[in-house]
């Protein structure tokens, strides 16, 4: 199922800010709005993080509110200070401020521990000494209660000083656990005394060696927001099972309890979004890196050529739901197509090169020609383009033997050269060996500078050129989905994910003749190669051979998918 586009809603009416809304109204939290993104630094952002990071951001500036960034680095053995960084300039990249209002849940283990002591002295809480393993065997299932432990019932006393124990190092991994003491019976799964603290001997990113013993997420996170005060604390959906729990845990406690709404995550068309899987493919080779242009991270999107306007756009249009869908990719692409087409400034480029002689233009003669950087954006202005008498043309503008519906060069044709001549093809020049087109002589009409005839004759096709002289040889990258699966969600379980990938999901072209202008393209910037698509300056770029990376075609598949729906009274 794909989402609709909810372009004509505006974002207030969707569950979540009207919920706010009426909290609002009812002075339930004081009319204060206080939202977090809680990342774990265990990887990098990706574009299913930028809906929440959008959203939890978004919702507290519309509400004149604030949004913490917190860090929720409770499980030490993935955690890093790397990924910290790269969290946090991501979030800077995407256009949302956390001011001074940076967060660790680790700094809260100190305050953890002493709750967990507390729910202890209350016989809330008890040390089990079964394994993991046995742990796991006595919860039940969904239509079975589960087992209690034979140390369910040990006296508060013994609890405190084993828990104590734990703390000091005195176990070793696996010894003990610290269990809520809840129902064993419960029809919620969740409930039936979970584990709060493991022994872990791990050194932690930012504590170091000083805990052994770690709270599991689920005793951390809701804590964590009463600690800020959080008043609503999004999530996605699949935490809505855990909700009982966090309740459980804050009414025991007696502490300050935030609001929990749950939403959907975003799962998009031709990607995978699990932190498992993309750490997967960067470190088996399968990519070039986090910020591979092929990546959904957020890394990958930049260096791709996506802008956090773009991003944030699309994140605004699918707006939030309470269930699973998916995104068509396409939708992303639409954003950027159309950031990009009010921003970037058009250039000529040639893929796949076909020489153009132009016999009448005299050998020697260079002309500027002026073009037209953005015609979304007259400030943007114009820029001169030398035109010589031997240029490149896309080969596919070119067809020996037209069929019916091709208008652009062929023998005897006449066509427009943008921003410059009339040519007609007068002869091609074949390979004798191969036979394949090597180069096109043509002439032109100097009458028709700057693209127009005085007689009134018309061309059906204009097409690009670079002149050859003059042009620049860069490498272009084109990229294409990742997978070949439309829902990677339905890959069988059995089977390897990997298969799925797409083996042309990068193609790689060198010595594309490019417009002489380009020179001076710096890293990031981002151009429209006429008739082709959205191009970005890769950072692999060196002042001989510039690198472009093919953000989207200029083809808005959504555009199709939309009106196809229209056409079928879907949306
Ligand atoms: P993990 O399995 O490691 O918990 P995660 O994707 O949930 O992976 P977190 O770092 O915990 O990663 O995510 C931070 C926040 O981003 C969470 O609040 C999470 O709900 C949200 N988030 C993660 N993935 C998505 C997604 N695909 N769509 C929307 N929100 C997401
Ligand atoms: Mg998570």
Request: one cysteine or more.
């Amino acid at each position: 199922m794909t989402e609709p586009d909810m372009r004509d809603k505006p974002a207030s009416t969707d569950f979540i800010r009207q919920r706010i809304l009426e909290d609002l109204k009812s002075g339930r939290f004081g009319g204060r709005v206080h939202t977090r993104f809680p990342p774990e630094p265990n990887g990098y952002l990706h574009i299913g993080h930028a809906k929440s990071i959008c959203l939890n951001f978004g919702v507290a500036e519309e509400f004149g509110g604030l949004c913490n960034l917190r860090f929720d680095d409770t499980d030490p053995t993935k955690e890093s200070r790397e990924f910290v960084e790269a969290i946090k300039e991501d979030i800077r990249w995407l256009g949302f401020d956390w001011g001074d209002r940076e967060y660790y849940a680790s700094d809260y283990f100190e305050q953890l521990y002493e709750w967990a002591v507390q729910l202890i002295k209350a016989g809330k809480a008890y040390v089990d000494s079964q394994s993991l393993e046995e742990i796991r065997q006595n919860r039940g299932t969904i239509t079975e209660p589960g087992k209690e432990s034979p140390y369910r019932n040990r006296s508060v006393e013994e609890n405190l000083d084993l828990f104590e124990r734990m703390r000091k190092g005195e176990f070793p991994d696996g010894a003990h656990v610290l269990r809520a003491k809840i129902d064993m019976a419960s029809k919620h799964l969740i409930l039936r005394d979970p584990i709060m603290y493991r022994i872990r001997h791990v050194r932690h990113y930012r504590q170091g060696d000083k805990w052994c013993i770690y709270p599991m997420y689920d005793f951390a996170h809701g804590q964590s927001d009463s600690i800020e005060r959080i008043t609503h604390s999004l999530c996605t959906l699949e935490f809505e099972n855990n909700r009982p729990l966090y309740d459980w845990y804050l009414d025991q406690l007696g502490i300050y309890h935030p609001q929990q709404i749950e939403f959907a995550r975003l799962n998009l068309t031709y990607t995978v979004m699990s932190k498992r899987r993309l750490a997967a493919l960067v470190e088996e080779g399968l990519v070039d890196g986090w910020d591979d242009p092929r990546m959904p991270t957020l890394r990958g999107l930049r260096r791709r050529g996506y802008t956090p306007e773009a991003i944030r756009n699309f994140c605004a249009r699918i707006g939030v739901t309470k269930y699973d869908a998916l995104t068509d990719i396409a939708l992303l692409e639409h954003c950027l197509r159309e950031d990009l087409n009010k921003r970037a400034p058009r250039v000529m480029a040639v893929l796949h090169p076909l020489r153009v002689v132009i016999e009448n233009y005299p050998e020697g003669q260079v002309e500027e020609l002026e073009a037209i950087n953005n015609p979304e954006d007259p400030s943007a202005g114009t820029r001169k383009v030398p035109f010589s008498r031997v240029l490149y043309i896309e080969r596919e503008d070119f067809m020996e033997e037209p069929p019916k519906k091709f208008y652009r060069l062929a023998p005897g044709r006449e066509v427009r050269l943008r921003y410059a001549y009339f040519i007609r093809c007068t002869d091609v020049v074949k390979d004798a060996r191969t036979g394949e087109v090597v180069e096109l002589r043509c002439t032109y009409d100097p009458a028709t500078r700057g693209g127009d005839a005085p007689d009134g004759r018309k061309v059906k096709a204009t097409i690009h050129w670079v002149s050859a002289a003059h042009a620049l040889s860069a490498e272009v990258r084109l990229y294409d989905h990742l997978f070949t699966i439309r829902d990677t969600g339905d890959i069988p379980e059995d089977e390897d994910w990997r298969n799925y990938l797409n083996p042309n999901s990068r193609q790689i072209l060198k010595n594309c003749p490019v417009e002489p202008s380009l020179r001076a393209a710096k890293p990031g910037a981002h151009y429209q190669f006429e008739r082709i698509g959205y191009f970005c300056v890769d950072p692999d770029s060196t002042a001989e051979t510039p690198v472009f990376n093919r953000a989207v075609t200029l083809r808005d598949t959504w555009a199709k998918i939309q009106k196809q729906m229209q056409a079928s009274g879907g949306a």
